[in-house]
């Protein structure tokens, strides 16, 4: 009896699950250029800040599909830090007008308002930039504006 005891031990442990693996980090994912290849939003570590959580959320379900790397849209990616440092500069809130009204760049990149989905709240939209400038090099930035703000259920 005792040795099927330990066999059932065993094959549990050899059964059980892995552990989760831990996310990345956010200086694992910051560069110059941003990470390789198209960037989906289970690529990128989770903040410890609401809003930004919230943020992460409406950036995967639909910021990704031009912000994670589509060439063709010219969105800046995120991740990275010399593409973003510019607009970074220009404030929270010039840059959460511009998620939330649009804009067309210098370039003729377009901008289109709340990312082409009118059903997206105001507060959504903020807490996506947020969470955009937090992964491209600003988190200080995104973590003063997000004690500005409220995270929306």
Not at 64 to 93: E, F, L, V, Y
Not at 105 to 131: H, I
């Amino acid at each position: 009896m005792r040795g099927a005891r330990g066999l059932h031990i065993l094959l549990g442990l050899a059964l059980a699950p892995a552990p989760a693996a831990a996310g990345p980090e956010l200086a694992d994912v910051l560069s110059d250029r941003g990470l390789p290849g198209f960037v989906k939003v289970d690529m990128l570590p989770v903040p410890a800040e609401p809003l930004l959580v919230q943020g992460r959320a409406v950036w995967g379900g639909l910021c990704q599909n031009c912000h994670g790397g589509n060439k063709a849209t010219g969105a800046p990616k995120i991740t990275a830090i010399r593409t973003w440092a510019a607009r970074i500069a220009q404030g929270m809130p010039v840059l959460v007008d511009h998620a939330i009204n649009g804009f067309t760049g210098p370039k003729y990149t377009e901008m289109p308002a709340r990312g082409g989905n009118p059903d997206l709240t105001d507060a959504e939209v903020a807490a996506a930039v947020a969470f955009m400038v937090w992964a491209s090099g600003g988190a200080d930035a995104a973590l003063a504006f997000a004690e500005t703000q409220t995270p929306t259920e």
